[in-house]
């Protein structure tokens, strides 16, 4: 009775070694060395040169006239094949095209540079694509990273496309045997005489087994509903394939989505009102994570309408038909609103005055400016929801709102993720001014009525002359800009201009902060 456990044992064993065996070969396998050299290419060394110049100097010496010219380029175009021959809601072509530009654009988080011909390639692709398809194949490309950042994808899902050749049978073949051989033990367990041991350790064994075996069930599941396995049975087409893909369709009906479909989002003056007391603040400041928890406490979201989603992609494919070569793809992911400002035509009757202080809004430090546009756009939004515009309903100013709130969530919650700068300290010298206006004005109970009571300040001076630079406040130059964009309504009688303004202003600030930040620290996002 004592051997028959001692041999169950060894399955078990050797169970653990394999799973062992997997984290540490993830480990390699996705340190930054290794995953660098995985994506570079074999060396080329080009044309032969040595023997080019021996040819070269023979046909000299035997009397021919030789000469050199320079090597013709052939012109690089983007594969627009796909879309006479295929259809953009086939889910197929979108996790095939998903992959590709996985593939492609991983290559940007080891700081590696991406070819002209990868540029044009993902420009035709989505300047021929729905949005919806756009955004789902963007989801799926980040699943895939997220499955190779932070879970077991590199060893489990190498037989999609056979980047590790046969290593990858071997893993299927390896959890294979760990499954066997967990199972084989709970058998052996399970006809073995258990009067010798107690109760509550027979117990703990066969919670134990049902525990490896869920979890080795529930690995087979997530494997079979993957985009990784969709991906290889449209690359193994057979009698059997179909059967399979409809099995796994089935499971996959009750899978979570890829994305919550949501953005987070912060508000300065609901912030400083603290319209949302802590509970139980005298443990949290005995711990001194009060002010931690108290910025968090702020932080909420919202879902993303399909509205703003065609905003920002009819944006960027605008941009995008303007980005010829390198040069000018640089330049328009340098613009955080500027140019938004440049091609404004409904701007050209407005005041110099105006015109000055909206260029200024974008030429100041990116924190700044997130400041100045957050506030305004606050002001701006209740006072015409007070006025019961008509525009306070529209796309164009639900969107400004949303991105107004996120991009502020970004300055608080997620400072590394923007260009260096003081934005923390604007943030706080703001607050500490609009607390010190709002203590004084106990009738302001709400974020509407604080939006109105900043707008009736005078603002004629400029708050720099009053305050000059101990404070970086900015306040005040957000309510005297909110001003300037409310003027644009009564120069042009246009409210929705006004709105588009600032809806495409906040796109480009969301497009130049998305191209600033660094690889790893997009990457974190996905967890």
Known sequence: MSIAPNFMVIPVFISGIIKFGERIWILRYTSSEHFRDSMLRKPDAGPNYARYMEEYGSKEREGFKVSSGPVI???????????????????????????????????LCVDLILSFEDILNSQSFFQNISCEKAFEVIEIELGFMYDVFYTKAVVIYSFVHGFLGRFSLCCISLRCI??????????????????????????????????????????????????????????HKNRVVPLLCRAISSIQSTKEKRWSNTMAQYGLIRFCLRDKPAKCSFIQKGFCIYEILEKHR?????????????????????????????????????????????????LDPISNE?????????????????????????????SDKNANSASFNGTNCKASKLLSDYMLYL???????????????????????????????????????????????????????????????????????????????RENSENDKKWELMSHVWVEMLSYAANQCRWNLHGQQLR
């Open 298 to 346: 702020y932080k909420y979201s919202k879902n993303v309408p399909p509205e703003l989603k065609k905003l920002i992609f009819d944006l960027s494919l605008e941009k995008s038909m303007r980005a010829s070569n390198f040069k000018a793809c640089k330049e328009l992911c340098a613009c955080r609103g500027d140019q938004v400002l440049k091609h404004a035509n409904f």
């Open 411 to 489: 300055l608080v919650m997620c400072p590394s993720m923007l260009p260096n700068g003081i934005g923390l300290i604007r943030f706080r010298d703001t607050c500490a001014e609009a607390n010190e206006f709002f203590k004084g004005r106990k009738s302001i109970s709400d974020v509407n009525k604080a939006c109105t009571r900043l707008l009736q300040v005078k603002t004629n001076i400029p708050p720099s002359e009053v305050k000059g630079d101990r404070s970086k406040s900015v306040l005040f130059d957000a309510c005297r800009f909110a001003k300037c964009l409310q003027s644009l309504t």
């Open 354 to 382: 105006n015109r000055k202080t909206l260029e200024e809004s974008v030429e100041v430090e990116f924190d700044q400016s997130i400041l100045l546009w957050h506030i305004a756009t606050d002001l701006c939004y209740y």
């Open 73 to 107: 380029a052939v012109p690089t175009e983007g594969d627009t094949s796909y879309a006479a021959a295929r259809d953009d809601t086939d889910q197929t072509f979108l996790l095939e095209k998903a992959l590709y530009f996985y593939e492609t654009f991983r290559q």
């Open 178 to 235: 760990s499954f066997i051989s967990i199972i084989s033990t709970f058998v052996a367990f399970l006809i073995t005489e258990k009067q010798a041991y107690s109760t509550v350790d027979v117990i703990i064994t066969y919670v134990l087994f049902a525990g490896a075996i869920v979890l080795e069930l529930y690995a087979a599941i997530l494997l079979l509903c993957s985009d990784w396995t969709s991906v290889w049975l449209n690359k």
